[in-house]
């Protein structure tokens, strides 16, 4: 079984040598603990190994995200894009300016269509072999019917393995939920959820990493400290 290393240091040993391919991820947590990095560093592995890929973002913008990226870590990525082994991507929803009334289940349609196009545009563009949607919790927050976000969920990570890429999704934990995501449906179709928390540790904070599901695979179920460095981010071995 073909495997993908995540680009996290430390990570990829804890599940049997990295995503598996084809696969879609979804990486979770609150606020401030460290999903744009782990996507950023997902990508980069990859374009490092001559896979390119594509981030796409649906609440920011292209050189947004770029610049985060660029600001946390010492990465090249204009040379990577100049390669064509990077291309981000902004795929915002249409806000409408009235009230929806009967609309809203053909404007969700209409906006999961163009979703799925460009993502599709997007992975042909560069020939892209790894994905990053970031983040799922617009869409879910878009569609309130629970059937009809299933089915649209349902849909969107089948288009991403049909696609044949290696997917990874982020999605918002509110501050006080408990959940693994806006809908509670979305962690029941990828193939692996990972969590990311920011714990008190007697005076201090840290970032830790869960494995909290993973399918096809022996993982460990510990909870790992991590560090973000200039080189991606970093498993604390304890």
């Avoid at 391919?21 to 979770?28: A, K, P, T």
């Avoid at 592995?45 to 990226?69: F, H, N, S, W």
């Avoid at 349902?154 to 044949?164: A, D, N, V, W, Y």
């Avoid at 005076?203 to 973000?228: A, G, Q, V």
Wanted: aromatic share 6%; with cysteine; hydrophobic share 35%.
């Amino acid at each position: 079984m073909e495997r993908h290393t995540t680009g996290i240091d430390g990570l990829d040993e804890k599940i049997q040598g990295g995503f598996i391919d084809g696969s879609v991820n979804l990486v979770v947590g609150k606020t401030g603990t460290g999903k744009t990095q782990f996507c950023a560093s997902f990508l980069y592995a990859g374009a490092l190994q001559g896979q390119p890929g594509v981030y796409i973002t649906t609440e920011e913008r292209e050189d947004d995200i770029k610049g985060d990226m660029m600001a946390m870590f010492s990465w090249n990525l204009d040379a990577i894009e100049q390669k064509k082994l990077l291309k981000f991507e902004s795929i915002k929803p249409i806000y409408p300016d009235k009230p929806l009334g009967d609309d809203i289940n053909r404007i969700t349609r209409s906006y999961l269509l163009n979703l799925t196009n460009k993502i599709a545009e997007s992975i042909k563009a560069v020939s892209a072999k790894r994905v990053v949607l970031d983040s799922i919790s617009i869409l879910e927050m878009f569609i309130q019917d629970k059937y009809t976000a299933r089915v649209a969920l349902m849909g969107l990570t089948e288009h991403l393995r049909q696609l044949g890429v290696t997917t990874v999704l982020t999605g918002e934990i509110g501050e006080t939920s408990d959940g693994l995501s806006g809908s509670g449906i979305i962690e029941y179709l990828v193939d692996s959820v990972i969590r990311l928390d920011f714990v008190p540790v007697s005076e201090d904070y840290k970032r830790t990493i869960t494995i909290r599901k993973m399918r096809r695979t022996n993982h460990s179920t510990l909870i790992h400290p991590f560090d973000m460095t200039p080189d991606g981010l970093k498993l604390i071995k304890i």
